[in-house]
């Protein structure tokens, strides 16, 4: 059976400090073979297919949708949502099904990370979050894991939420308005 590794399993199995290594090694690697197939019919919503083979190694599909309209509904769900399907890349064999929300979250948050590594000073201590939505916890539990951050601030153009995602980041974070 192919395991479904869910949101909660990928955050226990995590080691940002490692997956910003295997993205700075996999920039330095030849680039894999790629497609991606965007649909947008009239509106906000779309729907997207991108596939990745780096052959012997992986082959990767990432199916996800983004409606924006998602958070307004009366039982709010993600604006976006995603599953990834990997397969072995040297027979083929499917390998698993992985939350592709959560996947693409700590993606986004490892990719700033790499790029902090060498744009921010090593005694960084102190991160602006500008944005309160499904990113922001990830980049500030990268942005702890890597960095001596002391201080945590948050804007958004919405107060509450800004506020919301301090209360569930623990530790010393504080809301500001400019």
């Not at 059976?1 to 940002?16: G, H, S, V």
């Not at 993606?107 to 005694?123: H, V």
């Not at 539990?141 to 001596?148: M, N, S, T, V």
Request: charged letters at 20%; hydrophobic letters at 45%; glycine letters at 8%.
């Amino acid at each position: 059976m192919i395991p479904f590794i869910t949101a909660e399993q990928l955050r226990e199995r995590l080691d940002i400090g490692a997956m910003v290594e295997s993205m700075r090694a996999a920039h330095r690697r030849p680039v894999p073979l790629m497609e991606r197939v965007l649909m947008q019919p009239d509106g906000p919503n779309s729907y997207l297919v991108w596939h990745a083979w780096q052959p012997g190694d992986v082959v990767v599909t990432k199916m996800g949708t983004i409606f924006p309209g998602n958070a307004a509904l009366p039982a709010p769900l993600p604006a976006v949502q995603a599953l990834v399907m990997v397969f072995d890349g040297t027979d083929g064999a499917p390998v698993a099904i992985i939350d592709g929300t959560e996947l693409t979250y700590w993606k986004t948050a490892t990719s700033s990370l790499l790029a902090a590594t060498y744009l921010a000073r090593p005694e960084s201590s102190r991160l602006l979050v500008v944005g309160a939505g499904g990113l922001a916890g990830h980049f500030i539990d990268g942005y702890r894991a890597l960095f001596d951050i002391a201080e945590v601030m948050i804007w958004n153009r919405t107060r509450a939420k800004a506020e919301a995602v301090a209360e569930q980041c623990g530790g010393p974070v504080s809301v500001v308005d400019d």
